[in-house]
Nanobody, 124 residues
Framework: QLQLVESGGGLVQVGGSLRLSCAASGLAFSDRAMGWFRQAPGKERQFVAFISWNADRTHYADSVKGRFTISRDNARSTVALQMNDLKPEDTAVYYC?????????????????WGQGTQVTVSS
């Protein structure tokens, strides 16, 4: 069974950067599509970024396009989210998630495995 553990969250000032990492263990990471989502207090879980199983496709929410970059290393079973030029509205708990299939997936319900989340707080 695939398990996911996020790390790298923290407190950062506006305009700063953070790099989130998600380490996978268990079965079949390399053939899974991966996504990053975030959830702020009182709000629904929101799509942030997607990467296909072989990294040939990526997709971003409009709110993070040009600032965030998703990447993966199948040899190390990790997926990362590089976040630059952070804004207060980026404050949330960030989750990585795994899914099957080859399409671009942006709905939380399309993902079957989730990490426990890591807090990102951007102070102004």
């Amino acid at each position: 069974q695939l398990q996911l553990v996020e790390s790298g969250g923290g407190l950062v000032q506006v305009g700063g950067s953070l790099r989130l990492s998600c380490a996978a263990s268990g079965l079949a990471f390399s053939d899974r599509a991966m996504g990053w989502f975030r959830q702020a207090p009182g709000k629904e879980r929101q799509f942030v970024a997607f990467i296909s199983w072989n990294a040939d496709r990526t997709h971003y929410a409009d709110s993070v396009k040009g600032r965030f970059t998703i990447s993966r290393d199948n040899a190390r079973s990790t997926v990362a989210l590089q976040m630059n030029d952070l804004k207060p509205e980026d404050t949330a708990v960030y989750y990585c998630a795994a899914a099957s299939g080859t399409a671009v997936l942006i709905k939380p319900t399309e993902y079957t495995t989730w990490g426990q989340g890591t807090q990102v707080t951007v102070s102004s």
